[in-house]
């Protein structure tokens, strides 16, 4: 039977940020980035076996870019052929997406939107910002372009915490330094709640909103990417530390949305380029047991679905809060 076939469990969903190549060595300020080369042709095929082989279903979110480039038609087709379902990650992939003006969020959205759809003839279902970057305006531009959800931000008080790791591990300029001041959020971001909620906006209007889960309470963070971090010291204080945050979403009536990004599944074996990541010195092979033993072990306990299945099924069930988007 595979891991998301039961329905007597509460839902949870699972999601990845398609991050392609260019984009981490953009992030890392490695020269040749900007001719954007792709690794999909690698990694689409690699991430639809090892999802198949779990009998999982998720969304996929993509960056307009690379749906506009034509050497990734082919990968990015064999997605929703799959049944996965797509979701728009920016155009440009910008983590400082709360600084544009509305028009430059309209344009950044609608290209990708048709980008997708171009490529795949699938629209996306819902947003996740770069970065976990996100604003009231950005909202308002999702909700009138009938995107289903936003998934952009991440409740955590660790954000200013990553960003002094990665403005420590990057090679940057002071203007990049400034322009990235924002980037992972402020510790204000812990606030914000872990369950979905009802973004109201200022023309009364309202837009789902669907956090990356933190673990409810203490908020720290159990997307895939910090499991393995732990794994790295040990696999049974990964699987200790995902336990309890199974167990605090149970108690707390929280379903999860678990994320995953592309260097949790593939190694350095696979990408060379990317051989200088922190966890790249991990094989494939051993990435995708962890994926799979901690997919399984969600799978225990919650319904694994596609974020567009799992917003239905919030919507659905109805009582939810609201916040006003200012
Ligand atoms: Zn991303």
């Not at 999982?56 to 038609?73: E, M, P, W």
């Not at 872990?194 to 990356?212: F, N």
């Not at 963070?221 to 309890?244: D, I, Q, W």
């Not at 679905?305 to 200012?326: D, F, N, Q, T, Y």
Request: one cysteine or more; a neutral charge; proline letters at 7%.
């Amino acid at each position: 039977m595979s891991i998301a076939s039961n329905g007597q469990r509460p839902s949870a969903s699972v999601s990845l940020d398609a991050d392609n190549l260019w984009s981490y060595m953009k992030t890392h300020g490695d020269a040749g980035w900007e001719a954007r080369p792709s690794y999909l042709d690698r990694f689409v095929p690699h991430v639809l076996a090892v999802l198949e082989d779990l009998g999982l279903r998720i969304t996929f979110f993509i960056v307009g870019l690379d749906a506009a480039d034509d050497r990734n038609h082919a990968a990015l087709r064999r997605i929703p052929l799959a049944g996965h379902e797509l979701g728009n990650h920016s155009y440009e992939h910008e983590p400082w997406l709360h600084l544009y003006s509305r028009e430059q969020l309209e344009q950044e959205i609608d290209r990708t939107d048709q980008a997708i759809e171009r490529a795949t003839g699938v629209r996306p279902v819902g947003f996740r910002g770069p970065g976990f970057s996100w604003s009231p305006a950005l909202l308002s531009v999702l909700e009138s372009r009938g995107h289903q959800f936003d998934a952009s931000t991440l409740p955590t008080y660790l954000g200013p915490l990553a960003r002094r790791y990665y403005f420590w591990t990057a090679r940057l300029t002071p203007e990049e330094r400034e322009q990235r001041k924002g980037l992972f959020g402020s510790f204000s971001d812990g606030f914000r709640p872990v369950k979905p909620y009802y973004w109201r906006l200022p023309d009364g209007r309202r837009l789902l909103e669907m956090p990356v889960t933190t673990i409810p309470g203490i908020k720290t963070p159990f997307h895939l990417s910090y499991l393995l971090y732990l794994a790295g010291f040990s696999e049974a204080m990964m699987m200790a530390y995902l336990r309890t945050a199974i167990a605090v979403c149970r108690f707390s009536g929280t379903e999860p949305s678990f994320l995953l990004h592309p260097l949790d599944v593939i190694g350095g074996d696979q990408v060379p380029e990317l051989r200088f990541f922190p966890g790249m010195d991990v094989p494939s092979d051993r990435k995708t047991a962890l994926l799979g033993k901690v997919l399984r072990t969600l799978g225990e306990h919650f319904e694994l679905v596609p974020m567009g299945e799992h917003a239905r099924r919030i919507r659905e069930r109805g009582g939810l809060p609201e916040r006003r988007a200012a």
